[in-house]
Nanobody, 123 residues
């Protein structure tokens, strides 16, 4: 089992920045591809970004390319999502996810999830 705990969400004005963190524990962090998803009430969980086990490859949804950056720190067993130029439509609950398989863009491919952190962007 892998336990994931997100932090860093909050309320920010449009144009502002936030950095989300996800702390992993329970298994060898480098064995897992990591990803961020987001979900609005009544909607499906949406892929945001992913990073390979080694951290040498990153992937982004078209809607956040050039705006968000995913990274990981193997020494701290953490993955981050730097979010810049935030817009009201980025308001969602953001979830960290882990998979022992290669990076995937579908929530169903990730067996491990954090509890989520709320990001609210005011206009």
């Amino acid at each position: 089992q892998v336990q994931l705990v997100e932090s860093g969400g909050g309320l920010v004005q449009a144009g502002g920045s936030l950095r989300l963190s996800c702390a992993a524990s329970g298994r060898i962090f480098s064995n897992y591809a990591m990803a961020w998803f987001r979900q609005a009430p009544g909607k499906e969980r949406e892929f945001v970004a992913a990073i390979s086990r080694s951290g040498d490859r990153t992937y982004y949804a078209d809607s956040v390319k050039g705006q968000f950056t995913i990274s990981r720190d193997g020494a701290k067993d953490k993955v981050y999502l730097q979010m810049n130029s935030l817009r009201p439509e980025d308001t969602d609950v953001y979830y960290c996810a882990a998979s022992g398989f290669p990076v995937a863009f579908y929530a169903g491919r990730y067996p491990y999830w954090g509890q989520g952190t709320q990001v609210t962007v005011s206009s």
